[in-house]
């Protein structure tokens, strides 16, 4: 099994990248293909003073950069680390493919260059959330790819992301939920009606009903099934909310020398609480639906983001989940 990673993808990289690598090698006793520009790649790796032999290294001089086009940059920048990396996993299927570098080329090239696997209609980003229940996060599916869906694409939405939570999360016979305005059956657009009824007929997952938006960080499902649009807006609006109470809190907790006593007594519980929040800790968002292992880590990710992205592409690898889903998805079609 290969391990690839876009050394140029990313706000921090190579620098970031590189150091995630090295992490990576370190603790998961595996080798690593770095693409992009040998000359930056070989110069972090002596500053870093890794362990060049763990390291193979494949030139790409150029970089698709976050505000270009995702097709028109899979096609003319033929000489770019992600378009290098894609035609790796083309040519080597048991290998993993990672990279923070520009969401939208990554799938577009995932689907021009790698191919999607036989009878999944649409691949879909499977993103991890954090809630409030004792089990951890919920696994948010489709968290982006595709604004505008068919009620069939939710199905396979719900599949694969059960498959992904059972294989790579460890959940047994995870749960699926249907993100909706209301927890009735009759509830929804014309699409979340259909794709209700559907979800309630398949026998390859676990259905529990609709899951209200206030639902979400309570845990209500293991997986959370929605078209892109939704997905994207879902996940948006609770980086905010995040990023909004911490400031909040920040601001009250700091406002007067009383409350700053305080705040020391409760540092370790705010540390494990901010820990808890880090995307850092779950690595990326694996791309299910192509005919290859592809994660898609965050823009800003750091070195601990990096390594833990490396370590979900090797657990979905190790677990089988392109064959899993293949199957099911083949089995569902016959039906």
Not at 275 to 299: F, Q, S
Not at 321 to 327: F, K, Q, S
Request: with cysteine.
């Amino acid at each position: 099994m290969n391990i690839i990673v876009d050394a140029m993808g990313g706000d921090y990289a190579p620098n970031e990248i590189i150091k995630g690598c090295i992490q990576a090698v370190d603790e998961y006793n595996t080798n690593i293909s770095l693409v992009g520009q040998e000359n930056l790649i070989k110069k972090q790796l002596s500053i870093l003073n890794a362990d060049v032999s763990r390291f193979e290294i494949i030139n790409a001089d150029d970089i698709i950069l976050p505000d270009d086009n995702p097709v028109s940059a899979i096609k003319n920048k033929k000489e770019s680390s992600m378009v290098k990396g894609l035609e790796m996993i083309k040519k080597d299927p048991h290998s993993v493919f990672i990279s923070a570098g520009n969401t939208g080329a990554l799938m577009a090239g995932s689907i021009l260059k790698v191919g999607r696997i036989k009878g999944i209609d649409r691949p879909a980003l499977a993103t991890f959330m954090i809630n409030t229940a004792n089990k951890g996060g919920s696994l948010l599916i489709d968290g982006g790819a595709n604004a505008d869906c068919k009620p069939d694409n939710l199905v396979q939405f719900a599949i694969m992301g059960s498959i992904y939570m059972e294989k790579v999360l460890g959940r047994i016979d995870p749960t699926v939920g249907l993100i909706n305005i209301g927890i009735e059956d009759t509830k929804g657009n014309q699409l979340t009606k259909k794709v209700y009824t559907l979800l309630k007929d398949c026998r390859y997952i676990n259905f529990a009903g609709n899951v209200e938006a206030r639902d979400i960080p309570r845990g209500h499902a293991d997986i959370l099934v929605c078209d892109g649009f939704v997905g994207n807006v879902v996940l948006k609006l609770t980086e905010g909310v995040a990023s909004t109470l911490f400031d909040m809190l920040k601001e009250e907790m700091t406002a007067n020398w009383t409350r700053k006593l305080g705040t020391l007594l409760l540092k370790p519980g705010l540390k494990n609480f901010k820990k808890k929040m880090d995307y850092a800790e779950y690595g990326g968002a694996p791309l299910l639906g192509v005919n290859g292992g592809i994660i898609k880590a965050h823009g800003s990710s750091n070195a601990k983001a990096i390594k833990n992205a490396i370590r979900q592409g090797l657990l979905f690898m190790e677990n089988g989940v392109l064959d899993t889903i293949a199957n099911s998805i083949e089995h569902e079609k016959e039906e």
